[in-house]
């Protein structure tokens, strides 16, 4: 039985991955559009909250808790699709809505329609990423996973930093224009208008999907075609509780780390540099494509390092890393005396504080059945978008409303909600090494 498992993973390894890679490129640029259409909305903070009388706090629940309320309806339901359905046809019914709900945002006139808007634009992180990652996971072999899961993450950084550039540049040459008039819309000022410009983009790359990728071959024991219920879902990370707790818990806090400092960034320069939205864009990011992207490559590397070494944790630690590697410059960037400094330190944080995007995702994988995978990871991105995006936006915002009671003090606001959730992150993570150890030997027994 050995050697047949062995000639299996030998077959895999030697296997031709050139379809994969196209796979894995088409899903990283639906994830970087993901993000575009998410992040762009950090860029245009003033005029939002001057336009719609909003306070930081009121932002950051436009920011974050739309995405969360939309995935603790949908995200499991949708995942349970992935595990038994058509991935691809599930990713590009995703993609066009959260295209369209982008675009959607610039017609909101109110807190409360711009909040419900977001809601819809949520609907990318519930169809794309559970589906990928067990895509991803079918058509590549173990020792490879962590370098295609870094990849597909990536996108996550290249939309980000996209989104700043290329939304400062937008914003600036909108607002030249002043206000617009679209049929059956009405007026727009250049903020909605930006939502137009970046969001409908998005539908080619839907229609792409839809009519290039086909569904890989699950690997692994398979439950049939209905696949497991939530219920048996649930029992399963009930028998594994020890390293799943350390997994939603460590990585959910590691995302707040990771979105405390990069939803707030345009505020923090806005408001303590002498910058306009196009510098600000231009800097940040440039710093994301580097140091984000850099950040997400290299801890892929740096899990296939430590599992080819034997490692069956090599996730988990890797995680670790990242979130200790945080830390210090998490703590010291809005000390430094002036912009170049400051970007500097920042880069670091940003370039650690990714580790967790590829690494969640290859730890993910390897701790459950394949049928399974997209409702584990959907669980995840709910505790994901619920402590970290969430966590991240609003508690800066409170810091900076209510602790510190001044705009300017935002940066000291990021830097002490990163470092106390780097720090418990981390020791949750190391407790839980050994019984991730122990969950993912018991997976790789029964496949």
């Known amino acids: 039985m050995s050697e047949m498992i062995q000639e299996t993973n030998q077959e895999a390894e030697d296997k031709p991955l050139g379809y994969a890679w196209y796979m894995v490129t088409l899903c990283m640029i639906a994830y970087l559009f993901s993000f575009i259409d998410r992040q762009i909305v950090a860029l245009l903070i003033e005029p939002i909250k ?94 490879k996973l962590g370098l295609a899961l870094g990849v597909y993450s990536m996108g996550s950084f290249l939309g980000a930093g996209l989104a700043y550039i290329i939304g400062g540049v937008a914003i600036e040459m909108v607002a030249q224009l002043g206000v617009v008039e679209l049929p059956f819309v009405g007026e727009l000022k250049p903020w909605q208008m930006t939502f137009f410009i970046v969001g409908l983009p998005g ?45 939603y818990v460590g990585f959910g806090l590691l995302a707040l780390v990771l979105y405390a400092l990069m939803s707030w960034a345009p505020a923090f320069f806005l408001r303590n540099f002498e910058m306009s939205t196009r510098e600000v864009g231009l800097y940040l990011g440039t710093l994301v494509l580097f140091c984000n992207v850099g950040g997400v490559l290299f801890s892929g590397w740096l899990t296939d390092f430590f599992t080819k070494r034997g490692r069956t944790d090599a996730a988990m630690l890797s995680g670790i890393i990242g979130g200790l590697g945080a830390l210090i410059p998490a703590a010291l960037f809005p000390f430094m005396p002036d912009l170049t400094t400051t970007l500097a330190v920042l880069g670091v944080a940003f370039f650690f ?21 997209a409702q584990v990871t959907a669980l995840f991105f709910l505790f994901m978008n619920l402590f970290g995006i969430t966590g991240g936006a609003t508690l800066v915002a409170l810091g900076t409303d209510y602790l510190f009671q001044d705009e300017k003090a935002v940066g000291f606001s990021m830097a002490l909600t990163a470092c106390i959730a780097a720090v418990i992150a981390a020791a949750v993570m190391s407790k839980g090494l050994k019984p991730f150890r122990v969950t993912v030997d018991k997976v790789r027994g029964e496949s």
């Open 50 to 143: 001057a336009d719609l009388n909003i306070s930081d706090t009121q932002f950051s629940l436009i920011h974050g808790l739309a995405f969360a309320i939309f995935y603790a309806v949908m995200g499991v339901p949708i995942a349970r699709l992935a595990d038994t359905k058509s991935r691809p046809l599930i990713i590009s019914i995703g993609i066009a809505v959260w295209s369209l709900a982008t675009a959607v945002c610039g017609t909101a006139r109110n807190f409360v329609q711009l909040f419900i808007a977001r809601m819809a634009v949520g609907v990318g992180e519930a169809a794309l990423s559970p589906a990928a990652y067990s895509m991803i996971s079918d058509a590549f072999p173990k020792s």
């Open 203 to 247: 539908l080619l790359i839907a229609a792409l999907f839809f009519f290039t990728v086909r569904d890989p071959e699950r690997k692994g024991v398979q439950k049939g075609e209905d696949g497991y219920s939530i219920k048996e879902v649930l029992g399963y990370i009930g028998q594994n509780k020890g390293s799943f707790t350390a997994h």
């Open 353 to 373: 504080a990714s580790f967790p995007m590829a690494t969640s995702a290859a730890a993910l994988q390897v701790m459950a059945p394949n049928q399974m995978r």
